[in-house]
C-alpha cells in the first residue's frame, strides 16, 4: 500500500479502485477486504480482552504484546489509507467512524510515551464498534435500518418516560432513605436511589436489600409497580413496529391491479398474480453510498 | 420582585405579563424563566442528595447550608408570587403543584424550629416534580398526553392484573411458608409473601431463598408461572397504544381526496399530495392553559 | 340468620331474597353485604399472617384467637346459608368456590382436634380466593373476562412455549452441571436445571453461580438467549389483545349509516353521530347469573 | 420385533403398519405407542436427574442402574427398527432425530467401555427432545409451527439485535473494569463483560456488584438503558405475530360472499353465515409426513 503514490498512470483509476475496495462491499475482492478487515478486528479485542486477564497476562503477555503492535501498525496503516481516498479527508477524521478508527490505534501508542496510561489500553476495545462500518456495507443495513427508524420514531417517548422513570427512583430512594436508614445499608439518598434503580429495572443483585418490614412493604409496592412500568417502553416501541409493519403493506400495491395489503415477503400479487415491485431494491441502492 | 405592588399604574398589563412568564414557556423571557428554574430545581436536588452523603456533609456541610438557604428563599419568593398572581389562590394552594411547591420548601424551615425533624429533610427530594410542571408548557406535552392516556385506558385492566397478582402472591408465600418454614429463612407468612414478590417480578434479590428441593422445584413453578404472567401488563399497554395509533391514523383523513391511513409522520396526503392539516395544532393550543 | 327457619310465611319470597342479598350486588341491601364480606375476609387474613410473625402472636396470640374464631364462626354460618340457599347443595359444595369456602373454614377445626395440623393453619389465606367470588358480581367482570378470554386463547401457545422452555432449561441445566461440576454449587442435575431457570426467567437470586470463566461464558449464552425468549409469550399475549380488541372495533357498526371502525369508549358514530349500542350490556346481563 | 424378518408373506403390509405406528400418531394403536414412549423418555430423564443426586445415587444407585440399562435397550431396539424401517436409513440417521436418537443411547455403552466418560452420562438428558418427535405428530404442531414462522421471520431482526447488545457489553464491561478496577470484584475485562451481561438482561446474581459510587452511577445507568433495549426483541416478535394474525385474517374470506376479517377461531360467515374452510386442514396433512 506504499507505493500508492508511485502508481501515476491511471492514476484516478487507480485510487477509485481502492475506494470500491476500502468503502463497498459487492466484488469478490471488496468482500474478500471487509472479511479480512472484521477477523483483524475480533482478534485484536480478543487480545485486548485476554490481556486483561491476569493469569494469562503473565503467561503469554509477550505474545500478546507482539500481536497488539502488528495489528496496531495495520490499523494505522488503514486509517492513513482511509485519510488519504476519503473525498475529504477532514470530514472522515471528524465522522463518528473517523474518531473511533483514531480512538482505536491512539491507546497503544499513548502507553508507549506516558506508561500511566496502560488502564487506557481497554479504550481499545471501541474497536468492536469498527465492525458495524463494515456490517453497514452489507445485507443487514435494511433490517437494522428499520429497527433503528422504530427507536428513533419513539424516541421522544421513550425519552418522557426515561424522565418519569428517573423522577420516581428518586423518590422512591429518598423515602426507602427515611424508612430504612443508614443502618440497614440505606448509607445515602443516591445510594437509596441506586437501590431504587435496581430494583425498579427488575435486576435486583441484593446488596442492599431491605430488612425491616416497613421497608420490605414499600419495596413490593415498587417491585409490582415496576412490573406494571415495563410494559411502557415495550408498548411504545411495539405500537411503532406494528404501525411501520401496517404501513410498508399498505403502501406496497400491485401494479395490476391496485391491491394492497401483501404480506412482507409475499413476491406476487394475491389477488391477480403479478410480480410485486421489490421492496429491498431501494435498501440495496442507499447502501452503496457511504 | 418586592417591587411588585408598587407598580401601580398599568397594573393588569405588567402582572398578566408577570404570568405569562412564570405560567407560560413561548417567548425568550418566559422559556428563560423556565430554564433557569430547572437549574435551580436541579441544583437544589444535587444539595439535598450530596447532603446526605455521610463524608462529603462533613466536609461541605457549611457550604450546603447556606445553598440550601439561597435556593429555599427563593423557592419561597416564588411560591409567593405564584399564590399573588394565581387567578385564585386558594385553588392554586390546593392544587397538585401548589402542595408540591410548600413540600418542597416546608421541611428547611420545620428543620430550623424542631430540630427532630432533620430526617423530613429528604422530603425536600420532592422538588423534583416540580420539573414536571416545566416540561407541561414545553413540547413533550404532546407525547406525554398519548403515553398516559394509554395507561389511563388500560388503568382498570392493570388494576385486575394487580389485584390478580397481589392473591397469587399471597396464596404462593403461604405455600411457601409451610414448605420451607421459618428455618430456611422464611419466618412469616408476611416475609414469604414478600420473596414471593420478588421472585415473581424477577428481581430476585437473593437474601431469601429456597434451600430446600421442594421449595426449589415450588420456586421453578412461580418463575416460570411468572414468565408467562409478565406478558399480560404488557400486552395490555401494547394493545391500547396499538389501537390509538390506529385511531389517530384512521381519523386523518386528506381535506382533499378523503384518503386516510396516512402515517403517523405524513405531512402530505399520500394519494393527492394536498397538505394534511397539523395533527399537533390542538396540543399547542392545550398546552397553553394552566 | 339462626331464625331462618321460623319464618314459615312467605317463604319462597324470603328465601329468594336472602339468595338475592348473598348472590346478586346490584341493591343496596345487597352492595352492603358485599362490602361487609370482603370486610371480614381482609381482617381474616390480616389476622393469619400477622399470626405467623412470631414477635406478634407471643404479644398478641390471644387476641388474634379471639379474632380468628369470632370469623370462623361467622365463616362457618355464611357456608351454611350457602348451602341451604343454593339452588343444589350438592352443586355448591363441588363447585371452585364451595371448595374454598370449606377450605378457609376447616383449618380452624382441624386444629382443636388434632394438635399437629398448626402448620395447615396457613391454608386459611386461601380465603383470598373468596374475594373473586365478590369482584365476579361487580364491574369489573366486563375487563377480566376480555384479560381471561386473551389469556385462554393463547394458553395453547403458551403451553408449547413453557414446554419448549421446561426442555431448554434441562438440557442447559445438564451442560452446565457437566461444566462447573459439584465443586462450585452445582451439585446436581436437579439443581443446575433450578439455577438455569433462576437464569433464564431473569430472577437471578444468586445463590449459586457460576464460577469458572467457561461456566461464565455459557451463563451469558442463556442470558441473552432468554433475553430474546421473552419475547415470545409477550408476543403471543399482546398480538391475541391487539386482535381482541381489532376484532371488538370491526364489529361494532353504526345502526343508521353502517360505518365501523369507532374507538372503543366511543359512544356516538363518528360518521353520522347516531348513539352506537352499549358494549357493556351484555356483561351486566352474564354477571348476574352465578 | 426381532420376527420381523420372518414375515415373509405380506411383507411390505406388516411393514407400512409398523412404520405407521412409529412415525405416525392417528389410531389408537399408533397414539398408544407414542404415549408409551413418551412415558419411557420422561422416566428415563427422572432417572438420569435423580442420579445426579449424590444423596439418592448412594441409597439407590443399583435400582436406578436397572431402570437405565433397560431403557436404553428398548431405546437400542427402537433406533435400530427405525433405522430399519425408514425409507432411507442413512437418511434418517443423519437427520436431527436421528443423531438425537443415538446420542441419547451412547453415554450408557460408553460409560461400559470407558471408565472416565461418567461425566457424559449426563448427555442422557437429551432424550428430553426425543419428545418433540412425538408431539410434532399431534395437534400441537399447529400452533408450534405459528410460533416457529414468528421466530424465524424475525431472526434476523434479533440476530442484529443480539450483535449490537453484544457490542454494547463488551464496550460497558471494559469501561467497568477502568471505572471499578480488579480490587472491587471486576478482575478482567471478560469478568466485567459476564457483568455487563447480568446486568443488561436483569439477571442481577450480585456474585459482582458495582462497590465505588461512580461505579454505580455508571450501573444504574446501564440498568436504565437496558429497561428501554429489552422492549425491542419483544417489539419485534410481537409486530411479526400481529402481522401474522392479520394476515391470516384477512386471508381467510368467505368462499360465498367474499368478506374476510373473521375472527381466527370463526367458524361461519360473519356476514351470510356460510361454513367457512378449516384453517388447521393443510396442517394436519403436512404433520403426516416425517
Redesign the interface.
Known amino acids: 500500500m506504499s507505493d500508492l503514490k508511485d502508481s501515476d498512470w491511471e492514476w484516478s483509476g487507480f485510487r477509485e479502485k481502492c475506494r470500491r475496495i476500502i468503502f463497498l462491499s459487492n466484488r469478490p475482492a471488496e468482500k474478500l477486504f471487509d472479511v479480512l478487515l472484521i477477523v483483524a478486528i475480533l482478534m485484536s479485542?480478543m487480545v485486548?480482552?485476554?490481556d486483561?486477564?491476569?493469569p494469562l497476562r503473565l503467561r503469554y503477555g509477550t505474545l500478546f504484546n507482539w500481536f497488539e503492535w502488528i495489528l496496531t501498525v495495520l490499523f494505522t496503516l488503514e486509517y492513513m489509507v482511509r485519510l488519504y481516498l476519503a473525498r475529504s479527508a477532514f470530514r472522515y477524521a471528524r465522522s463518528f467512524f473517523g474518531v473511533v478508527d483514531l480512538l482505536s490505534i491512539l491507546p497503544t501508542y499513548l502507553d508507549l510515551f506516558i506508561p500511566g496510561a496502560h488502564?487506557?489500553m481497554?479504550?481499545r476495545?471501541?474497536r468492536?464498534?469498527r465492525?458495524?462500518r463494515v456490517?453497514k456495507m452489507m445485507q443487514?443495513v435494511g433490517?437494522?435500518n428499520?429497527?433503528a427508524q422504530?427507536?428513533r420514531?419513539s424516541a421522544?417517548?421513550?425519552?418522557?418516560?426515561?424522565?418519569a422513570?428517573?423522577?420516581l427512583v428518586?423518590?422512591l430512594g429518598?423515602?426507602m432513605?427515611?424508612i430504612e436508614g443508614?443502618e440497614n445499608g440505606y448509607?445515602?439518598?443516591?445510594?437509596s436511589?441506586?437501590w431504587a434503580?435496581?430494583?425498579l429495572?427488575?435486576?435486583?443483585?441484593?446488596?442492599i436489600?431491605p430488612q425491616t418490614?416497613l421497608g420490605?412493604?414499600f419495596?413490593?409496592i415498587i417491585?409490582?409497580t415496576?412490573?406494571?412500568i415495563?410494559?411502557?417502553?415495550?408498548?411504545?416501541?411495539?405500537?411503532?413496529?406494528?404501525?411501520?409493519?401496517?404501513?410498508v403493506?399498505?403502501?406496497l400495491s400491485c401494479g395490476s391491479c391496485g391491491k394492497d395489503?401483501h404480506?412482507?415477503?409475499a413476491r406476487y400479487c394475491?389477488s391477480c398474480g403479478t410480480e410485486l415491485p421489490d421492496r429491498n431494491a431501494s435498501f440495496a441502492e442507499n447502501a452503496e453510498g457511504d
Chains 1, 2, 3, 4 share one sequence.
Open positions: 479485542i485486548v480482552m485476554l486483561s486477564v491476569e488502564y487506557l481497554s479504550l476495545v471501541l468492536v464498534l465492525i458495524f456490517l443487514f433490517e437494522a428499520q429497527l422504530a427507536v420514531a421522544r417517548k421513550i425519552a418522557i418516560f426515561v424522565f422513570v428517573v423522577t428518586c423518590i429518598s423515602m432513605y427515611l443508614p448509607t445515602s439518598i443516591p445510594k436511589v441506586y434503580i435496581v430494583t429495572t427488575t435486576v435486583g443483585y441484593g446488596d436489600s418490614t420490605q412493604l419495596a413490593s417491585m409490582v415496576g412490573y406494571g415495563i410494559a411502557v417502553p415495550t408498548g411504545i416501541v411495539t405500537a411503532e413496529m406494528t404501525r411501520v409493519s401496517r404501513v403493506e399498505r403502501e395489503g404480506g412482507n415477503d394475491r
